[in-house]
């Protein structure tokens, strides 16, 4: 399937953010120490070390700027991208704390952009305290001419994160089931017509009566070869409910009902189901 421009910008978003923070970084070296003074603190100034309330700022500031960046990409990806030509589909990136993944990593950069920005405003004297600072012996002066190029490669490998889960799912179109699997470069599609029956399989992970029932769905063609979705669906408590979607929508599609083969624990218990697991309350 091809990717809409609203999916690219939501998949794109660590980029776009990097991208900023590169460009209005406020901080450069060169205006706050001399030639030479890099190498040597000078003008009697002394590491400051940490306080605590210094890391609780720290604290403060990082959760804020995950929180801000998580929410960000979580509308994006759930509400401004659009699955053009999906009439349902379920993606890998709908797991509810996915888009906090890559905005912990991208928070860590805004984070010392919202201190460095602080810091420029308190004036010239102050930025250079902050940067004299030191966490373990390491001056921050050390880091922030790393600052822009780190930030980038950051929001690239975020990004490339972004691409790959998002593009792992499972969808209906108006003639076809289409998914795309970790392993694969390419979606493959299933067309109607191909179709003899789906099933459902039934499994408890953790075994012995106590784990999580998970449900996975196989696309049966009359040619009885046998696809395995299981990589393309989210594994959750949702399972089921996600797979009455499909079939659902697979059942409006075409217009009539679904042969589904309920498997639990093995070949040797099964049950034919007719339709869809839930039905509308009305």
């Known amino acids: 399937m091809q990717m809409d421009w609203t999916e690219y910008i939501a998949v794109g978003f660590p980029l776009i953010t990097s991208i900023i923070l590169a460009v209005f970084f406020p901080i450069s070296l060169k205006d706050y120490f001399v030639a030479g003074e890099i190498k040597q603190l000078g ?3 002394t590491p400051y070390r940490f306080k605590p309330r210094h890391y609780l700022y720290i604290f403060i500031i990082y959760v804020l700027s ?13 509400d401004v991208a659009d ?17 906090f993944f890559p905005s912990s990593l ?61 593009n792992i799912y499972i969808g209906i179109t108006d003639k076809a089931v289409v998914y795309h699997t970790p392993y694969s470069l390419k979606s493959e599609t299933v067309g109607f017509d191909d179709i003899s029956f789906f099933v459902v399989r ?24 046998a696809i395995i979705t299981k990589d393309s669906l989210l594994q959750s408590r949702n399972s089921l409910l996600v797979i009455n979607n499909i079939l659902k929508e697979y059942g409006e ?15 040797d218990s099964w049950q034919l189901v007719w339709g869809t697991f839930v039905r509308d309350k009305k």
């Open 83 to 99: 699955d053009s030509g999906l009439r349902f589909s379920s993606r890998l990136s709908d797991y509810f704390l996915y888009p």
């Open 43 to 45: 003008h009697g100034l």
């Open 253 to 267: 599609a075409t217009g009539k009902y679904t042969d589904v083969v309920l498997v639990q624990g093995g070949v």
């Open 66 to 78: 995950a929180g801000l960046l998580g929410l960000i990409q979580a509308y994006l990806l759930w």
């Open 106 to 166: 991208m928070a860590v950069f805004l984070m010392l952009f919202v201190f460095s920005y602080l810091y420029v405003r308190r004036g010239e004297d102050d930025v250079r305290k902050f940067l004299l600072r030191t966490y373990d012996g390491w001056p921050l002066y050390k880091d922030i001419p790393r600052f822009r190029p780190v930030v980038l490669a950051a929001g690239i490998l975020c990004t490339a994160a972004n691409f790959w889960i998002y």
């Open 202 to 225: 039934k499994n408890e992970a953790g075994g012995g009566g106590k784990g999580n029932e998970i449900y996975t769905l196989r696309i049966v063609t009359k040619g009885l070869e």
